[in-house]
């Protein structure tokens, strides 16, 4: 089985989402960055560290927001160009966010990082049932911010476990 026959299998979210939204502290703060030209915000919980991009291996096989594996901290870490995941354009890759997925580590690339900020309840929403049905199933929240859409990601929905498997895989083989 090729990477690219397993990347639409279901798998669990690893970060608070809109199922979590209603519990969630409105003074948690976030992160946000800018990704193929979009705003996007991540819990700051879920990041492990933010760092100038390190090369990146292709992989064979891949999707195409998968730009390949870049060693951190001594491991495979798999590279998501956020822009391309969420069917925009590339991402520039000014910085690599690394978030944590249950006991992985995930590479994000970042046109730029924003900072951290608090995101209030009522800047966030589900997407509207008309989106919903059309729109990637990485998105799990959108609002404004600064009079620009601000996209939440579904954490689990970046790779796929079999994906991550594979990608392991891979990295172990160099």
Not at 7 to 20: D, L, N, V
Not at 23 to 32: E, F, G, S
Not at 73 to 90: C, E, N, T
């Amino acid at each position: 089985m090729t990477v690219d026959t397993i990347a639409t299998r279901r798998f669990e979210r690893a970060w608070p989402s809109a199922a979590a939204a209603d519990a969630r502290n409105p003074d948690d703060p976030w992160l946000v960055y800018r990704a193929g030209g979009q705003l996007h915000a991540l819990p700051i919980s879920c990041i492990v560290e933010i760092m100038r991009p390190q090369p990146i291996v292709p992989v064979e096989g891949a999707p195409d927001y998968i730009l390949g594996l870049s060693i951190i901290r001594g491991q495979p870490v798999p590279i998501v160009d956020v822009g391309r995941l969420i069917g925009g354009k590339a991402s520039m890759c000014s910085r690599i966010v690394t978030v944590r997925l249950g006991a992985r580590t995930v590479g994000l690339c970042a046109d730029a990082v924003l900072g951290k900020q608090q995101i209030g309840r009522a800047t966030l929403a589900r997407l509207p049932p008309l989106l919903s049905r059309v729109a990637t199933t990485a998105i799990d929240e959108v609002g404004t911010l600064d009079r620009e859409f601000l996209f939440v990601l579904q954490g689990g929905c970046l790779i796929p476990e079999d994906i991550l498997d594979c990608l392991e895989a891979a990295g172990t083989a160099r």
